[in-house]
């Protein structure tokens, strides 16, 4: 198991090491200002929070913001080491596949509890994955996007998830052991275990509150009290309270917490979605950090005292194109047409970070399974048009969508991203009709869930060194998102996905980006290079390339 762990993650530990030379140059910042802070253990720190959470129990949700409020109260099995994507224990001391990759057996920590006092144990480790797997409902199910990419079914699929399971059954030979019985071998393990969609949480908590009812409507879903209010896990923090109408979120330190104790009394995640409002908070003192800083600002940052934590690249930005709305779309020629109007090269250069690059693919350069044999799309305004005419598309007219109220880790400016483009757009003869939704306030249910627009920006952050994570989560299954149906390209990414650890592995996955990229379901525009940034008396936080900082270590003073 050990071998296999360093073939998997040879190529992810420069990441690591990028990480901590950036935390130890940033660290040599000194403060040009007072900041009123705590001492090195104990005291209050302040994050503002690039948006809302969704809301607190993982399970039903793929978004960012909530998951770096949940990873401090959550654990998973298996997590990432600090800076890296290497994996390390969690609440799973060990775990060992079987031969054929259908069974995993995990040994888990004891005199572990819950925040809410009950025991964690084997029954409660199956509790959650008997939980994901009977989930029942389109609206429940279609919330539970990495479930569904990542076990492929449901026991009854009544969402857009129509796979066969890949879960089977899970068994607690004793309190300290829980076996997971798959129907097949999956490439995304043990990897996927880190994902925060997959943390344990109390089954008492979670029975009692009613945590799986999921009412309303397709597109405006209203999920239980549990998930804003009693969501009970076993890190070092555990919930205070969510005042939605002042914009916080108050995390208490567990002092029970059997591992990861956090030095921090107490951690508050105030809501600032304005990126210049968060840095002016920093500057006044009324937070101690937030992320993704503008590039343009780095340097006055740093001139400032400020910790400017550069992340090294394991994220994606891409326009997303639906084929179903636009009968156009569907043709290649005008999906190609848009990939060589845009000029990529040039956004990057103007838009981005320091660290950033051109995407060619839609897996990042460091993740196995990168292949520079791909087909690409320079930017070529003339072949553009030609292509369009081609097509007889020269009065393409396109709804673009993209999000307000939030900064994303691949995109800083929503809006001076969707204005580089348009205008990229304009110039090849393509008409914009442009359509702005608050992040959380509809833009991913008409995205990803009904599907209302042409084209649109998302993108995606790494949640573990796979291929699989970005293309298969992307293009393994119909999805509303990208609306085609391309029964070759699913089985090929089923095959790479399935293919052993290894160098096979990472060849299926080569040749499955080639057939991404010819297909071109959608077009890759940067692999963005973002930040995080602290005050100068803020001690201990190691930056991720996956965004998955724990604020544990964290002290301030």
Known sequence: MQQWRL????????????????????????????????????????????????????????????????????????????GTADLEPSLAEKWEPSNDGKTWTFTLKKGV???????????????????????????????????????EGFAKNEGTATGDPVYKSCEAKDDSTAVLNLNKAKGA???????????????????????NQVTGSSGAPVFSEYTSKFVSGTGPFKLESWDQAKGEVT???????????????????????????????????????????????YGLLRNDGEQVLIRPSFNLLYLGINQSGNPKLKDPKVRQALAYGINREQFVKTKLAEGSEVATEFVPKVISGYTDDVKK???????????????????????????????????????????????????????????????????????????KQDIHLLGWTGDYNDAGNFIGTFFGRKKKEFGFDNAELFKTLADADAAPAGDAHAKAYQQANKAVMDYLPAIPIAYPAPAIVVGPKVKGLVASPLTDERFNTVSVG
């Not at 025991?119 to 569904?148: E, H, S, T």
């Not at 990897?191 to 945590?211: E, R, V, Y």
Request: with cysteine; glycine share 8%; hydrophobic share 35%.
């Open 7 to 82: 073939t998997r993650t040879r190529r992810i530990a420069l990441i690591g090491l990028a990480g901590a030379v950036a935390v130890s140059l940033s660290a040599c910042a000194t403060s040009k200002r007072d900041e009123a802070a705590g001492g090195g253990s104990g005291g209050t720190m302040i994050f503002g929070n690039a948006g809302n959470p969704k809301m607190l129990d993982p399970t039903f949700t793929d978004e960012g913001e909530t998951y770096r409020i949940t990873r401090q109260m959550l654990d998973t099995l298996i997590q990432n080491k600090p």
């Open 113 to 151: 509890k819950f925040h809410d006092g009950t025991p964690f144990n084997a029954k409660a480790v199956c509790f959650n994955f008997d939980r994901w797997y009977n989930m029942k409902g389109d609206l429940a199910q279609n919330a539970m996007i990495y479930y569904g990419d990542v076990f």
């Open 189 to 211: 393990f043990p990897a996927a275990f880190t994902l925060p969609a997959f943390a344990i949480q109390s089954p008492d908590a979670i029975t009692k509150h009613n945590g």
């Open 251 to 297: 995390l208490v330190k567990a002092t029970d917490s059997p591992s990861q104790q956090a030095k921090l009394d107490k951690l508050i995640f105030k809501i600032i979605p304005d990126e210049n409002a968060r840095k002016q908070a920093l500057k006044a003192g009324d937070v101690q950090g937030y992320d993704f800083p503008a590039p343009a600002d």
């Open 377 to 451: 799309y320079p930017y070529d305004k003339e072949q553009a048009k030609k292509l369009l005419q081609e097509a007889g598309a020269t009065d393409l007219t396109l709804k673009f969508y993209y999000p307000t109220e939030v900064t994303r880790p691949y995109m800083p400016n929503p809006a001076d991203t969707f204005t580089a483009i348009s205008e990229d757009l304009k110039a090849i003869g393509v008409k914009v009709e442009p359509v702005a939704k608050p992040w959380n306030g509809g833009y991913k249910e008409d995205v990803q869930q009904l599907g």
